[in-house]
């Protein structure tokens, strides 16, 4: 079965730092760019930025609003993905979803996703 | 950056309506579009892409339509299992947008 499982999702205060990650199985993992999506509680679907796959350099891109702030990267040994979320801010706060992305292609896979609280 | 609107934004229809959401761009994006549907508090999932391919598992009643800046998903018969929030998604240049959403629920 083709699956993405998120986790490292808890309640941050703000400027802190969290890493989350995401496991990929049932599918070549390292064969694919992908992507983390956020939702803002109540709110719509917020592309946070991508990963390319070896082949392509690992590159990588960001949405404005979290560009030198948050890291994507990759373990293909590990089909894992990650993203490091530094000086977060409240508006942070969001549900993190990864997912199977790939030039000029949709997001076919998404994972359950995973809560990011940035409170005092 | 790619704006994407999307209208309405609440839909009210019942069982068995013919519903059709729009999906507008800020510039052309050609065919690189997608619609997704998203239940609460679950995951979006792919129904179609480049505009007017249904992804595979999705019902036929479902289907899509337009190029460059006009879109359309229309939903041929509604069932009980499609009131839920529907997005539309451009995928043509970074940064990767998505529309508000339309929620479609029951009249």
């Known amino acids: 079965e083709v699956q993405l499982v998120e986790s490292g999702g808890t309640l941050v205060q703000p400027g802190g730092s969290l890493r989350l990650s995401c496991e990929a199985s049932g599918f070549t993992f390292s064969d694919h760019y992908m992507d983390w999506v956020r939702q803002a509680p109540g709110k719509g679907l917020e592309w946070v930025g991508r990963?390319?796959?070896?082949?392509?350099?690992?590159?990588?891109e960001y949405a404005a609003s979290v560009k030198g702030r948050f890291t994507v990267s990759r373990d293909d040994s590990k089909n894992s993905l990650y993203l490091q979320m530094n000086s977060l801010k409240t508006g942070d706060t969001a549900v993190y979803y990864c997912?199977?992305?790939?030039?000029?292609?949709?997001?076919?896979?998404w994972g359950q996703g995973t809560m990011v609280t940035v409170s005092s | 950056d790619f704006q994407m609107t999307q209208s309405p934004s609440t839909l009210s229809a019942s069982i068995g309506d013919r519903v059709t959401i729009t999906c507008r761009a800020s510039?052309?994006?050609?065919?690189?579009l997608a619609w997704y549907q998203q239940r609460p508090g679950k995951a979006p999932k792919l129904l179609i892409y480049?505009?007017?391919s249904l992804e595979s598992g999705v019902p036929s009643r479902f289907s899509g339509s337009g190029s460059g800046t006009e879109f359309t998903l229309t939903i041929s018969s509604l069932q009980p299992d499609d009131f839920a929030t529907y997005y539309c998604?451009?995928?043509?240049?970074?940064?990767?947008?998505f529309g508000q959403g339309t929620r479609l629920e029951i009249k």
């Open positions: 480049e505009a007017s």
């Open positions: 990963i390319r796959k070896k082949v392509n350099s690992y590159t990588t």
């Open positions: 997912a199977r992305g790939g030039s000029y292609l949709p997001f076919a896979i």
């Open positions: 998604q451009q995928y043509q240049d970074y940064p990767i947008t």
């Open positions: 510039q052309s994006i050609g065919s690189r």
